[in-house]
């Protein structure tokens, strides 16, 4: 088990509570490498990607930092609603943190819906400079989530209920076996699983704006297959992880995520939640293996 270096900081620009923070802070050699700036999902905080894989990045000497959504239980609230955010607020929380940090290069690792956050604050009208490259983990697809509502609707009934009851009804984070079936699998322990699903309830309480986030999502352009027509990378490398037991965001989703960005998808052995479980490792040496590259 790796000894866990993230520290929690202040956020000079104001756009968050707070920060977690791994690695060395001031990095030798005539260029720093980029930072990865860590984007968690739904029902989540940053502390899923400190568990893991900011202490693994960190022995290998790339920095990272994990910011808090708007809404989860640092308490800081929506302007718009106490129970839900727009998805205008995410984005003008992370551009302004990216902004404020123009010394630095970034590397945007989101997961799940954080995946949405990083390709609408990409496509905002003056989009950050400082974004060098992109990692998607079992991101939403740019069409959101309803194409994937159709297909498992028309493939596995009984699962398309159990999503509608796990993530729009919050079961996720009363319901263990729901928990399981949706985040990991059944190899996690009870205390573990507890554990995390007495976070899922506190980053619950306050939700996307789904109502308005239909009408702005990334892509509005869709082709013969219900996807979202390729946008290109601007320049960008971008990596496109799913997991083969994701229970989610299906193997569809995350192709489109790929195509939109014209590139390949690529599938590890894990359940949705990538960056937790005893198969952690699994995506964590991929992005590594990437990120070496770039």
Request: net charge negative; charged share 20%.
């Amino acid at each position: 088990m790796l000894d866990n270096p993230v520290r929690r900081e202040s956020d000079p620009s104001g756009s968050y509570p707070y920060i977690l923070a791994a690695g060395p802070t001031c990095p030798e050699g005539p260029e720093p490498p980029p930072t990865l700036l860590f984007i968690h999902g739904s029902f989540h905080s940053p502390d899923c990607l400190a568990e893991h894989f900011m202490p693994f990045f960190s022995s290998h000497s790339i920095p990272s930092v994990a910011v808090p959504l708007r809404g989860i239980r640092s308490g800081y609230p929506s302007s718009s609603s106490p129970t839900k955010v727009k998805i205008s607020e995410h984005v003008s929380d992370l551009s302004n943190y990216l902004l404020s940090n123009p010394s630095k290069t970034f590397v945007l690792v989101s997961h799940s819906f954080g995946g949405i956050l990083a390709m609408k604050t990409l496509l905002a009208p003056s989009p950050p400079p400082n974004v060098r490259d992109l990692c998607f983990m079992c991101a939403v697809p740019p069409s959101g989530n309803a194409p994937m509502t159709l297909r498992y609707l028309k493939r596995d009934l009984p699962l398309s209920l159990l999503i509608t009851w796990g993530l729009a009804f919050k079961k996720v984070a009363k319901d263990p076996d729901v928990c399981r079936t949706l985040f990991f699998d059944g190899s996690m322990g009870e205390g573990e699983l507890e554990r995390w699903m007495r976070g899922f309830q506190e980053d619950s309480r306050t939700t996307v704006d789904l109502g308005d986030l239909a009408g702005k999502l990334p892509a509005d352009d869709l082709g013969a297959r219900g996807r979202a027509r390729e946008r290109g990378r601007g320049g960008m490398r971008t990596l496109v992880l799913g997991a083969t037991e994701d229970n989610i965001v299906d193997r569809e989703g995350v192709e489109e995520t790929a195509e939109y960005f014209g590139t390949e998808a690529v599938f590890v052995d894990s359940s949705h939640d990538v960056m937790l479980g005893w198969r952690w490792e699994n995506a964590a040496f991929v992005i590594l293996e990437w990120v070496k590259g770039l």
